[in-house]
């Protein structure tokens, strides 16, 4: 079976972490997002996954496996990975047919994923659903408090979609499309090779002819595009991991991820790069993601928070619901809150307040930020 990820976006949501990465490669405890996604295919079986690329396509081809390996040879997967590049961007279905000779070869039905959605991915429950049912399609469901921002569905008992509306404006319910979907190949029928987005556009027609169905996700989901969301999806990993219901571990070979560590100092969960370094003083989590490379100093308290590589939080800093790019630097008895974002190799320097800033790489911040807002 094969399996397509739109890994094409831009990523603005995400900035200032995306001017640094594309999205799908920003890293999400201590692994490329779309590395999550990948490996969960490979466990349910899937022998090729087409990565849908248009976006800083050199970077993806840097940082993406070609088959059999990671490029440098860094990862094993033992599938074959295969890149599709769109000339201009053809929104979420119309890469589906520029695909269509792989999607289509074997008559099987084939999995589509978002590059930016975070959960257990339970590929063979989607898989047996699908099939049981028979139908042209299958999309997972989840429900959220803010069903706007996402494609909400209405179905019957059974799971029969009857009615698929991306980003309502007015209230229809509270199941959204959670961005994973199985489909028949008689669906590239449907899509032109042209820019076409397929919760606008395919997915209504699906539902009007009783062609598309969904199935409930048992378990946590959340779209990680936007920092608030990339944070909250954090604290529902870690609970998973610190569950087992995911297993952080990555495939051999892998120079990222890490394991929940304990002690005095942290307060669970924490999960740590093995070369990461936290003085014994400090105090860490809940809900903490340590990168390879960080340090944090002496008295320092940090929680709700993710160091991407490389990260450095000094002496008796305090900082809580943030992201700190790779290779930052926040300084000492410095304060950082509120959805505060570094992007990559930032310095927040000695004493200052910053609340709820989004900093543009290479910055030095010799000033407090007593308000949320961007520096340029
Ligand atoms: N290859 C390619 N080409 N990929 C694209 C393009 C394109 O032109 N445009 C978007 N994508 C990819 C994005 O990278 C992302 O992985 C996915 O398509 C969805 O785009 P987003 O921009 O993240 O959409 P969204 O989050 O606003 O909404 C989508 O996801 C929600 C769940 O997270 C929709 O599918 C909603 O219905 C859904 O609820
Ligand atoms: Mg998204």
Wanted: proline content about 7%.
């Amino acid at each position: 079976m094969k399996a397509l990820i739109l890994v094409g976006g831009f990523g603005t949501r995400l900035r200032p972490l995306t001017l640094s990465a594309p999205k799908p490669v920003v890293p999400f405890a201590n692994k490329e997002i779309v590395l999550h996604q990948i490996e969960a295919l490979v466990k349910a079986g899937i022998d090729e996954v087409v990565l849908a690329v248009n976006y800083q396509p050199e970077k993806m081809m840097e940082a993406f496996p070609t088959s059999p390996t990671w490029v440098g040879g860094k990862l094993q997967l033992g599938i074959r990975i295969s890149t599709s590049l769109e000339e201009e961007p053809l929104g979420t279905a119309g890469p589906l047919k520029l695909a269509e000779s792989i999607l289509g070869s074997d008559g099987e039905p084939f999995i589509v994923l978002n590059s930016d959605v975070i959960c257990t991915f339970p590929f063979e429950e989607l898989i047996a659903f699908h099939k049981a049912h028979g139908k042209e399609g299958t999309i997972m469901v989840t429900k959220v408090e803010e069903p706007s921002k996402y494609g909400v569905v209405v179905s019957d008992g059974d799971g029969k979609i009857e009615r698929f509306v991306e980003k309502p404006q007015v209230y229809v319910g509270n199941r959204i499309n959670a961005g994973i979907y199985i489909f028949n190949p008689a669906i590239l029928e449907r899509i032109p090779l042209a820019p076409t987005s397929i919760e606008k556009k395919i997915f209504p027609v699906m539902a009007d002819e009783g062609q598309l169905y969904c199935m409930d996700l048992p378990a946590f989901w959340m779209d990680i595009g936007q920092p608030p969301d990339y944070l909250k999806g954090m604290v529902m990993y870690l609970s998973a991991l610190a569950s087992g219901d995911v297993s952080g571990e990555g495939p051999s070979g892998a120079t990222f991820v890490g394991s929940l560590v304990e002690g005095d100092n942290f307060i669970g969960p924490v999960f740590m790069h093995p070369d990461a370094v936290v003085d014994e003083t400090a105090l860490v989590g809940p809900n903490v993601v340590i990168g390879p490379g960080c340090s944090i100093g002496a008295g320092a308290r940090v929680q709700r928070t993710t160091l991407l590589a490389g990260a450095k939080v000094k002496a008796h800093a305090w900082v809580k619901s943030s992201i700190i790019g790779w290779n930052s630097t926040v300084g000492r008895w410095a304060r950082l809150q509120n959805i505060s974002v570094l992007g990559e190799d930032v310095k927040i320097t000695d004493e200052l307040y910053i609340n709820g800033a989004r900093i543009l790489p290479h910055k030095t911040i010799k000033d407090d930020i007593p308000t949320p807002s961007i520096v340029m």
